[in-house]
């Protein structure tokens, strides 16, 4: 048994989830940098790099279903909690996000 903690993430809040329709995603800037975060249609959010691994889609672009995204430019699928390829070797970084008390769209970096 290992006595070395995870490193913990920090919270960072990305903007309200009235900003995402259901279904869709948008990019926020979040600690620094661009990411996309997708809200479903029972409102659980994903947040993932802003660009496709690939050559550099708009994630936040494209059709989200069953928990991934389809890239808009070449129909890669990712995965919304691992970040895996679902058809290709590709993946995404994935960041834990969650809706808080008031609204707002919480996204935990510096987990990866
Ligand atoms: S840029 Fe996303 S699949 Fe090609």
Redesign the pocket.
Known sequence: MSDVMPAAGLDHRAGPLDAVPRGEGRVFAVGGQRLAVFRTHADGVFATQER?P????PLADGLMDNGAVI??????TYDLRSGDGLN?ECRVQTYPARVGPDGVIVVTLGTE
């Open positions: 496709c690939h050559l550099g889609g890239c808009p430019l070449h129909d890669r290709t």
